[in-house]
Structure formats: structure tokens, C-alpha cells
């Protein structure tokens, strides 16, 4: 279960649209007509092809198809919605007051209302006169019976409404029985039990895809996670580094394509979405599916609080470790600070990855485009795709591969005169 106020999640969001959206590149995040139904676009990344020569660059063929509509696709689209209608209180009261909590609560102050009530009215029978000339027994047997009688009134309400609630819960627990989405079993006294299915990374994932797109949040979304995810599959880094958490939403993604040993050390400098993000981590360790991993899937994210630039050498160990995979997600003005912070503790052929690289590449991202772009230190592509949850917004992903350092640009410069000489 997952304590999160959408409310405040919500402004939360709009303060860090704010920070990212630089210099007039204010887009509209909060959309929610989608053409692509998210959960049933397939993504397939082929793997990169080599230029003959040293000019070598990093190619990405993304084929996106949309498989057809059928009974199956609808089912599931069903399934998922009735298990994350079961699972998700409909408001934000219902965390902290139960409906064992509320009754209990509404009861007991319709009962000192009441028996507030009759100590005030036989104040007020024993000695009339008095009672009325302080005026103080009139004023609160008004008060207490108002009380009285919407406490008692709520209690009512919540009472009339258990039978449909439990009639509900019914209907979607048997839906999910004949979707196999939950499994009958007998428990310890003979009993005939249904259990839901477990929460684990893959659910969290999936709950944080349905905010993103209900809500607009600037996750990268399932279209680019998808080729995030192929990228981390086939370069294999051991240290993946993440500037710009969120709801950890990313490193999940991450974290669920590393070989064994590998972690994704992730920087927030919101302390409001640091413990989001802890939370969720928190939560994608649980479930049967975790318990035979040698490293739970929300363990291999390590989330760091603070300004990745002055953050890094503390949570590399001082510099020992060397980065596989930078992934850039943060203030798009900021990418190319961060870049640089991060250079000295690259690997020779390392991976970096900057969102937002097609809606900011005349504004905040420009810098950082030049410089990946135009360095002999950097191969590197824009992968072009979809802006996360907007179909009619282009966007896309620079992927870069780090040659290192002057080793690495003399190789580029060699390359270049080859070919120039065959040319």
C-alpha cells in the first residue's frame, strides 16, 4: 500500500515542471489525451551498428507497433484497473482513518454529543431561570445537538455504504479469479481464501506509469524506459549513475535490466521526493519474486540526497569506482555541469544519456548538445521518440559513448583523417 497524497504530489510536480522547464520551453506536461496506450506499445531496440572506419557512431533502430485491439489487450487493460482500484483507497482520508477507525471515531462523539445534550438539558430543568439568565445552557445544548446529529448522520452514511462497498470488493475479487490475477488457496482452518497478487517492483512500475499519465508527471515514461532499459541491458554497467530521482521511477527501470553486481547510485536534491523515491525502492524489494534474487531489484538503487556535482565522490567511495552509464534527468540548463562533474569518474566507453534532448535542444540543452556533439572525446546520436504521455510532442534521447579523455580524442582525430582519406 502506498501513503501518498496525490494532492501534494501534484504540487510537488508543478514545482519541478517549473525548474525544468527553462527559458520560456513551458510544455504542457498535464495533457492526458495519449493516443498511445502505453501498456500495450512494444518497443524493440536493435542493437548498434558499427560504421566502418574510426568515425564509428552509435545507431538505434527503435521499431514501435501496436499490437491490435483484441479481447485479450481489453481484458488486461481490465484486470489492471480493478486490481489498482482495489489496492488504492479512493481518497486520501481513508490512509489515516479506516473505515473500523472512522465508525469507531463518529460513534463515540455522537455518544458524548448525546450524553452532552442530556446533562445540558437537565441543567436546564433543575434550574431554568438560572441556566438562562448566564445564557450558557441554551448556547450549548444547540451546539451538542448539531454535533449529535452530524456525527450520527455520518455514522449512518458509512453504514449504508458498507453492504455496496462489499458487494463491490466482490464483483473485482471475482473478476480477478478469472483473470488469474488472484489465486484461491485453503488456509490452516479449511477455509476456501483468495490473495491478490503480490506487490513488487513490476506493480510499482505499473502504479507509477498510471500517475504519470493521470497526473502529467515528468516521468520518463514506458516509450523511453523501454529503450533506457535495452541500453542498460546491453552495455551491462556495474555503477549506473542518475541525476534527478523523482519517484525513482527510472531506476526501477534501471536496476531491472543490471547484471549481477551491478547498482544504480540515483541524486535528488528534493527531500520531499527523496523519501518518495525511498519508499518506492522500499517497496519493490518486497514479494516472492524478490526472495530469490541475490539482490532484491529496489536494494541495487542507492538514492542520494543532494547536488550530484558536489555528491559524487562521496557516493562513489571516493573515486574508486568508475561509471558504466550516466543518465541525465534532471534541470536540463544543469546537464552539462553534471557531465563535467561526473567525466573524471568515467570509464573509457561509457554510456550518457540525456533526456529531454529533442524539447529543450534550443533552450537549456543547447550547451550540453554542442558539447556532446561536437567534442572528439563523445560519439554521439539522438535517438528521436515521443515526448513521455504526448503523442504530437517530439522529443528524444542523446546517447552518448565516452572515447576517454586525450586517449580517447586522439583516436577520434585519427579516425577522421582515415576517412577523409578515403574519401
Known sequence: MCFFDTKAARAFSLQRLNMRCVEGHRHHWSNRLAAFKEHNVRFHVIAPKQRTGAARRLRLTVAAS??????????????RAMEDELRDPKNFLEFFLPRPLRLAFFGASAASCLIATLLTAVRLVQSPALELAEGTAPRD???????LATFASLYVYDQQQAQARIERRREIREAQIAFGDREVFVNDKGEKMSRLKEVNDDWILRRLERWGRRDGMPFIGPAKGAILQQLVADKRPLLVVEVGTMAGYSALLMAQALPPGGRVVSFEKDLTWLLVAKRFMWQASQGEKNAGLDTRVGDRVQ?????????LPRALRGGSDRIDLLFLDGTPREYLAYLKAAEPYMAPGALVVADNAGVFAQGGLRPYLEYVRGSPAYR???????????????????????????AGAKEAEGGSAREAAVA
Open 66 to 79: 501496436l499490437p491490435p485491439d483484441d479481447r485479450s489487450d481489453a481484458e488486461a487493460s481490465k484486470r
Open 141 to 147: 445544548l444547540i451546539v451538542n445537538l448539531i454535533g
Open 303 to 311: 538514492v542520494e540526497w543532494g547536488d550530484a556535482r558536489e555528491a
Open 380 to 406: 554521439s546520436e539522438l535517438v528521436a521518440c515521443k515526448l513521455e504521455w504526448r503523442e504530437d510532442v517530439e522529443d528524444g534521447i542523446e546517447v552518448s559513448t565516452y572515447l576517454g579523455g586525450p
